[in-house]
Structures are given as C-alpha cells and as structure tokens.
C-alpha cells in the first residue's frame, strides 16, 4: 500500500518540498521503492509559482557567499531560532544554489544581494527547474482543501478537497499566509502566533520629493537608512526602528513606491507596530549612512569642503558622494580581484530636485 504525502499550496515551498521529496526518493530507491510513495500537490487556484512568475526580480535566493548566521540576522526579525538549524545545517546557502544548478540555473547576484536567474526569462527559468521531471503529474489545481481531520484506524488523515475525500498519512502545509491554512492548522491542534503583514512597500503619501520625479521610473539607491519612529501603548519613549540597504523609488500615479531590502526588512521589523499605528507614520531617510560614520554633520561639512574644492561643478547636476560595492560575478583575471561598481548614492533627479529645495537653482 502506497504512503501518500499530501503538500497544501502550490507556491513556491509547496513545489519545492515536492520537488525535493521527489528527489530524495528516486536518489535512495533501494530505500523507498516508487511504488510505495505517492506525492501530490493541491492548489486551489488555476496555477502554482504565481508569485515567483510575478515577482522573481527580487531574487530566489540572497548572496550564498554570506555565512547563515548574517543571512538569519539581516533578513529574519522573527522566527531566527526556527531557521537557524535549517540554513547551517539542513539545507545551507550553498546547497541550495547547487540544487537550483544542477537543475540548469545560472545566478547573478544583484547589487542588494538578491540572487535571480541569468537567463532571458528568469522567472520561467526558475519555475521549469521546480517542475522538472514529473512533477506536473503531481499536481492539482483548483483543488481547495476545505478541512483535514486524522484518521483514527489508520493513523493517518482525511483531506476534504471540494466534494471528494482523500486519504493521506503525511500534511506540508505550505499555504503561506493564507487563512485557510491558518485555519487548517488550527483544526490539527497546532497554535497560530498572531498574523501582521510584513515584507510589503511603501506608499509614501503627499511626500514632497514627488514633483522631483518622474512618472513611471524606477530609481536605484544603492544603500540607505530607513528609520520609522512610532508611539507604542503602555511605553514613554517611542520605539525608533533603523534598517539599511539598497531601496527603490518610483512613482506609481503621483504616489510615491518605496521598495527594496532596506524597506521589506523595515515592514518585517516593525509588523507588529506598524499594524497598530495602521500603517500611518513618518519614515525617515538618511541616503549614505555608511559615509562618515553615518553622521550628518560629518556629511555636510564633507559637501561644503566639495562645493570649495570644485567651484566649477553644477551644484545640482550629480550627487558627489558615490557608494562603492563589489560585484561578485565580475572577476579581473588582470589585477586578480572581483570588479568595484560605485553608483551616486542619490539619483540625479533626486538630487537635483533636493538641491532646488535648498535654494540652489539648477545651474548655479
């Protein structure tokens, strides 16, 4: 009698913990014959990896040369003590870009770290490495589990999937934050924490860098601060969140979109009280924290000693002061070192538009 393993959710950790089931049997045939084990995979709309297909641009994986433990730090506010096991010792960085590898993807890491595919297409690059094989047979869609309940002969569980039972002695839940999984796992005991948004955008309302740019494009800032200041219940002193990274602005219908590691590590750290205040407060940026020791007066004297040394720049034609990273996929066989990219820490049309701001006209 077969062992069937039932996935719930489609999404990118449903595909993949198919995917590596699927793997780890045929790799020990001796050990699970393939006519003891069935997997099957349900997903409730028309199609899985829709994220993925969407949103690949902002990485599958995050620069495996860093070791864990600084992955887990800057990009894990909660769940750390869950994960730290998984990444040092189950399923390391590096494993995971060879499992990708070997499947025939080639990575490039961007600038912020995220690690996306060099093809054309990188997202159909990804979601044709998670399907390979036979693991479109595996799934099926608009197949919404409405309830589970353990199976007391057997041992096992009966899956409700619209008008038809099934039975299976294994559950990954992987629905994400879909209620229905919230409320699936509830129904097998288990206790939810309670559920805030995180790893979201920010929508920067009558911000007056809006008429600085332009509609429609995206613009790169290579490393910034990102601090949110927020009054908390029960406390005097308001609790100050600081988090530093690349960030992306583009105006979206004369609304400004705040994006990036910087702001998704923002959303993450701040969940909880970001809920509370309804997404309403004041973010404050500081567009080279990594200059000068972050300091302001530091960085100011720095422009003025600039503005003396070269009187005959354009005060608001570039930002002077350059942000200089290392590009790990461009290596100097020459000079025996990987390739230094240095970008103006603040985009020239914001630049511009915040020198006019200071009453130096375009120009002068």
Known sequence: MKY???VIGGGSSGIFAAASLVDTFHNNKDSFPSDCIDVRVYESTRGVLRTIRSSHQDGILHDTTRKPSELIGAGFPRGRKEITSLLTKHFPPLQQQKWFEDRGVQFKTEQGGAMISAADNASDGICDALLQGEMHELIDTKAKITS??????TGGFQIYVG???EHCDCIILATGNSHLGHQLASS???TIAKPARSCFQFKLMDAPISSYLQEGVRYLLPYVRITYKVKVKGQKRPRIFKCEGPAQLEVCNGT??????AALSLSSFAAFELKDAEYKGCLFAHFCPDHLGGKVEKVEEYLWQHRQDNPQDVVGERCPILHHYVDYDEYDWETESFKTISNECIPSDLWQGLT???GASYGS
Request: net charge neutral.
């Open 188 to 190: 097998l005991g288990h």
């Open 163 to 165: 008008d038809r039972t």
């Open 148 to 153: 589970i309940t353990r199976d007391n002969q």
């Open 256 to 261: 400004i979109i705040l994006s990036g590691n």
């Open 356 to 358: 006019e701001a200071c």
């Open 4 to 6: 069937r393993i039932a």
